[in-house]
């Protein structure tokens, strides 16, 4: 069984910086996609930023520029460093392994940006 463990989330002023990192362990059949979404109570969970297994990513219009998604295939971990933070990027942040037959998600971790 693949279990995903994320830690790095918090409080931070708006402007701020957060980095969320996220390590898997289990038998992950390659290729896989590792991402990270956000969930805001009552909201859906979104997709913010994904990077495939050739090392391409990709993000989510509200994030671009300001986030940032990187992985280490060898430690199978994935993280997301977060730059010029703001209000609404408030969630609970999930870490996401997607095998494409099956996937697998973390507990979740808590950023909320407030002064």
């Known amino acids: 069984q693949v279990q995903l463990v994320e830690s790095g989330g918090g409080l931070v002023q708006p402007g701020g910086s957060l980095t969320l990192s996220c390590v898997a362990s289990?038998?992950?059949?390659?290729?896989?996609?590792m991402a990270w979404y956000r969930q805001v109570p009552g909201l859906q969970r979104e997709l913010v930023a994904v990077?495939?297994?050739?090392?391409?990513?990709d993000y989510s219009e509200s994030v671009k520029s300001r986030f940032t998604i990187d992985r280490d295939v060898a430690k199978k971990t994935v993280s997301l460093q977060m730059t010029d933070l703001k209000p609404e990027d408030t969630a609970v942040y999930y870490c996401?392994?997607?095998?494409?037959?099956?996937?697998?998600w973390g507990q979740g971790t808590q950023v909320t940006v407030s002064s």
């Open positions: 990077v495939y297994s050739g090392g391409r990513a």
């Open positions: 996401n392994v997607d095998e494409g037959w099956r996937y697998f």
């Open positions: 289990g038998n992950i059949s390659s290729p896989y996609t």
